[in-house]
């Protein structure tokens, strides 16, 4: 179950993140450099969260068929909150590099 659900974040991640990641295309060498990290943050943390979310139904799921198993119930209980915080990091981690990124175009100038 784990790893069609990890197959099927990679699949949609790479058919939703490919257009973007090529569309753009700029004259520097500082600026390309700068945008293929952005590219490659926005990809890994599309992936991370979807991972995550992948994770919080199948806790979900678990939760839902562990008919009164106390250790069924337990590890359900452990996969949504351990995805919950997986979630949260990620989303945090997008913030913050948004407001890196933000700081430091203001700061050093345009890099597009």
């Given at each position: 179950?784990?790893?069609?659900?990890t197959?099927?974040?990679?699949?949609?991640?790479?058919?939703?993140?490919?257009?973007?990641?090529?569309?753009?295309?700029?004259t520097?060498?500082?600026?390309?450099?700068?945008?293929?990290?952005?590219?490659?943050?926005?990809?890994?943390?599309?992936?991370a969260?979807?991972?995550?979310v992948?994770?919080?139904?199948?806790?979900?799921?678990?939760?839902?068929?562990?008919s009164?198993?106390?250790?069924?119930?337990?590890?359900?209980?452990?996969?949504?909150?351990?995805s919950?915080?997986?979630?949260?990091?990620?989303?945090?981690?997008?913030?913050?590099?948004?407001?890196?990124?933000?700081?430091?175009t203001?700061?050093?100038?345009?890099?597009?």
């Open positions: 179950m784990k790893k069609a659900i197959l099927s974040a990679v699949l949609m991640t790479s058919l939703l993140s490919a257009s973007p990641v090529f569309a753009q295309t700029t520097g060498g500082v600026s390309q450099i700068q945008v293929f990290i952005e590219s490659i943050i926005q990809v890994m943390i599309t992936l969260g979807l991972v995550a992948g994770f919080f139904v199948y806790g979900g799921f678990g939760y839902i068929t562990s009164g198993n106390p250790e069924s119930l337990d590890r359900s209980k452990k996969t949504i909150l351990y919950a915080l997986g979630l949260t990091i990620v989303l945090g981690a997008f913030v913050l590099t948004n407001v890196v990124t933000q700081l430091a203001t700061a050093f100038g345009s890099g597009h």
